[in-house]
């Protein structure tokens, strides 16, 4: 009777300080690459679409894109957190899994090798593996000092494509942006912030000399030869000299735990 009081209450205190399994929502692809080099992948119940690296996270319950996803479809894996990027997020969207008793964390964007630092900080603290960020830390700053930019005398036009009829272009202030400058380039566009349509006009006037795309924008209006057919591009620079430049999405505007390849490969295509 004494051993089975003993060992009961041995396996109620181990049941008290034992961290409870959790259920995490991503939705965001930096976050869940982050989440994964923390060694909680086997925690993550459902991710949005842009979390595509490493490839096993294609296999998890997706939700949709994080601009677009809806409170329901987030409630139905059963969350007990859900990590997002500020402002990507409706708010209504928010309010209601909040509501439902689901913890909801927001972090700031990152746009800088500081910002995936904190980042990294923030997403360690939120799930318990601070000692396991520390090693992550470590070995990005490694990275980050191993890069060798030199700056290019080019300027990068950046184009989001889905088809020719939906093109836009980054001003100042983007992701993107910010990733043209980290790999020693300048943005073609400095008259405006954030994303605006493309125009033959403005494109002429930026005269870029690399047109930079993400894959699957580029692949969206036929590859460089459907892209050549838009109109301005073959009188700029980057049209006459056929530098286009296309990376995956995530890859180069994620700012996740890759950044220093990303900063790398860049580098080097824009040369």
Same mark, same amino acid.
């Given at each position: ?15 008290? #300080? ?8 991503? !939705?965001?692809?930096?976050? =869940? ?5 923390? =060694? ?8 949005? &679409? ?32 859900? !990590? ?81 009829? =939906? ?76 530098? &286009? #430049? ?6 180069? =505007? ?18």
């Amino acid at each position: 009777m004494v051993k089975n009081s003993l060992l009961l209450g041995l396996l109620l205190l181990l049941a008290s #300080v034992a961290p409870a399994q959790q259920r995490i929502v991503s !939705l965001s692809g930096a976050i =869940s690459e982050m989440l994964c080099a923390l =060694s909680l992948e086997p925690q993550i119940a459902g991710v949005d &679409i842009t979390s595509n690296y490493p490839v096993s996270l294609l296999q998890k319950p997706k939700v949709g894109h994080n601009r677009t996803i809806s409170a329901e479809g987030v409630l139905a894996l059963r969350p007990t957190l859900v !990590l997002g990027i500020q402002g990507e997020m409706k708010p209504e969207v928010v309010a209601q899994i909040t509501a439902a008793k689901v913890k909801v964390q927001l972090f700031a964007p990152a746009y800088d090798a500081d910002g995936t630092r904190r980042l990294l900080q923030e997403v360690s603290t939120a799930t318990g593996t601070t000692a396991k960020a520390a090693a992550l830390r470590a070995t990005f700053d490694k990275q980050i000092t191993a890069l060798k930019i030199k700056p290019l005398n080019k300027k990068v036009l950046f184009i989001y494509a889905r088809g020719t009829g =939906s093109m836009t272009v980054s001003g100042t202030g983007t992701a993107l942006d910010h990733m043209i400058t980290l790999a020693g380039a300048k943005n073609a566009i400095t008259e405006f912030s954030q994303f605006k349509p493309l125009s033959a006009e403005s494109l002429v006037a930026a005269n870029p000399d690399v047109i930079l795309m993400f894959d699957s924008g580029l692949q969206s209006v036929g590859g460089p030869e459907g892209l050549a057919g838009v109109q301005g591009i073959a009188v700029t620079n980057a049209g006459r000299n056929k530098k &286009i #430049v296309s990376m995956d999405g995530q890859f180069l =505007s994620g700012f996740g735990l890759r950044l220093p390849a990303a900063i790398d490969e860049l580098y080097k295509k824009l040369q």
